[in-house]
DNA sequence: CTGTATCCTCGCCGATACTG
DNA sequence: CAGTATCGGCGAGGATACAG
């Protein structure tokens, strides 16, 4: 699904693991299957695949083969898929300004749930 | 994991089924948790209250037990959860705009390749 | 009303090996 | 180089029942 999409909920494939990565990597220029692979440290070339395919199914990335040898493919976001950029660099920012505040909290109600002295409100005491 | 967020990729739950729906939901105040089943069509208690939970571990709500008879607990977002709005605001505005686009695409993509007089790159001949 | 406690399904994702 | 073919784990999320 598209985060923050709350009336509809199609299978979009956004919130996957990979898709939002690969959109970042295709954001100067085409890539090839192998270039790709190396900034998605240790995806595997069948999740690669799926993944781009259905980013091809969904048109937001074109599949260029050239009949070379050895074999060449070429992917590349569509016009469809630039507009994700936009989005995507909001949440980008938003990551930068507030992860630290959010990687506190946790860390604050980490050690309130384990402070005997303490406890907020434990749920389980 | 927060979406488009390439460099780190933290347990943050917002890609997940319900975050960024229950943050929407919390908008325009504090909300009840049989109040957020409501819009939540379908979501079980347990669900519900293990995404909650997680979002104010995370800092993003507030959890606040009125003692009274029935129950009343009230869920609201904090000054971090609000700052989630913006990017969301920006998905939401992408999803109204494009994603008629993204089904068109997909509905010719299956077209494509179910017809077998005019299969483009058909990788299932 | 606001949750817990179990059980279970389903599909994403990874590992590995093989092919044109 | 750019995939495909199989197998399998694992965890999010749903169904159901029960509790304070």
Redesign the pocket.
Known sequence: MFVGCTHVAP?I?IG???TGKIIRCLETGPR????LQIPLA??????L?E???AMERDGLVT?T?YAEI??????ELTPLGRTLLKPMAACCEWTEAHLPNLLDAREAYEHRASDPLQPAQP?KP
Do not use: A, M, N, Q
């Not at 240790?42 to 999740?47: A, E, L, N, Q, S």
């Not at 050895?70 to 992917?75: D, G, I, L, T």
């Open positions: 299978p494939r996957d693991k990979w090839r299957f192998s270039e240790g995806i595997t070339p069948k999740v695949t993944t781009l395919r599949r083969v050895p074999p060449r493919v070429e992917y749920h």
